[in-house]
């Protein structure tokens, strides 16, 4: 009997293949269950889609004390075994969504809900089914008591502030930002008065995009939102952050973030597409 090689290379291949071309096919239609929301600032139709944008990305291992002191009296950090916490900052320009172009910055810090016994492995185990859009991976596993935080989230609109404050609950507030992702190896991010920082990328590693699995609270609701997203990563790079004073900057230096900081992992991508659907109240 000759060898299994071929056919097992062959299955695996098509499996990934499969896999890898999910996030495309969900974002070449438009999304197949939409509702409106009214908010102060009109109605809103979800999921939000996110046409076309960049993203820098980094990713530090900080304090669980410190993580913990910014988390809502539900959650606790996720720690890694003798690392610490993940604290991630997320700089935004977004040039076609449904709600108009904005710019936006995002500070959380991967959480677990208190006493749920979640683990890393099942964090790991989630991430990867809703980085490869793997829906069937998560029946019967999926962690919903982990999730990533959002501490702040600065925007630009008066409409994006009010959509994420009142329909999930994110720590948005209005501020201004400039960003430039023109130049291919380097990308730059202010968020006005507060912070700025730049990647500068050579060679790098691609991946698929990481999903955002957000917790957030409304109304002393817990919430629990997948943001789907469809893209590829390039992971590498050196950031050079610069902080002065505001509400995320401030945050950033209670994780112990400070100017100069080198963060364990970047990334970037200029083909940011995502849904944002409405968020699930966790009891």
Sequence with gaps: MRPLTFEIVLVFGVLAGVLLTRPSRLFAYPPTATETVKTSKGAVELPIRYYDGSLVGAFWLVEPAKAAALLPDSLEPLVLPGLGAVAGLFAFEYRNTTIGSYGELGLAVQAVRKGSGASVMGYLWDLAANVLHADEMLHGFEQLDSGLYVVALPVTTAGARAA????WGYNKYQAKTTSDFTDPQKASFELKGELDLTLEQGFTLPT???PFLTYTERKGQLIRTKVRVGYVAQWGGSLHLRIASGPTANKL??????????????????SLRADLPLGVPLP
């Design 208 to 210: 698929p995009g990481i």
């Design 164 to 167: 994420g404050r009142e329909i």
């Design 253 to 270: 230096k209670a994780l112990g973030i400070t100017t100069g900081s080198a963060p364990q992992a970047v990334f970037r991508t200029d």
